[in-house]
């Protein structure tokens, strides 16, 4: 069973990554973090967690993290491999109280 360390430990092997079991109280750039979403019953009864994971990236502009995102998405997706099973990724803002939106990475995924 997967727990929230478990993804903040993989998210902290991530170059430039400092994995949390939780948001920070502060966010900024290189936070990661994963977020249970929901529950799940697969054909055997059991519960699936799914989870959102947070990376914060780059903040300059659309451009300079759109090319992150390019370059770096599927690498990033790889480093979970051993702790979710990722279902999708995406370029996202996270909103920040009092600091505006900040560019991201969101990975679907599930675990048992």
């Known amino acids: 069973m997967t727990t929230r360390q478990e993804i903040a430990d993989a998210l902290s092997e991530i170059p430039g990554f400092s994995g949390s079991s939780y948001r920070p109280s502060v966010v900024t750039t290189g936070n990661a973090w994963p977020q249970l979403t929901n529950l799940q019953r697969d054909e055997a009864h059991n519960f699936i967690k799914v989870w959102s994971i947070y990376l914060v990236g780059p903040q300059q502009d659309d451009q300079t993290f759109g090319t992150w995102f390019d370059a770096n998405a599927e ?4 480093a979970l491999i ?5 279902d999708g990724i ?5 909103a920040v109280p009092n600091s505006g939106d900040l560019y ?3 990975i679907t995924a599930r675990s048992e």
Not at 82 to 86: K, N
Not at 90 to 94: A, H, L, N, Q
């Open 75 to 78: 690498d990033i997706a790889e």
């Open 82 to 86: 051993d702790v979710v099973f990722v």
């Open 90 to 94: 995406e370029p996202v803002k996270v």
């Open 104 to 106: 991201a990475i969101a």
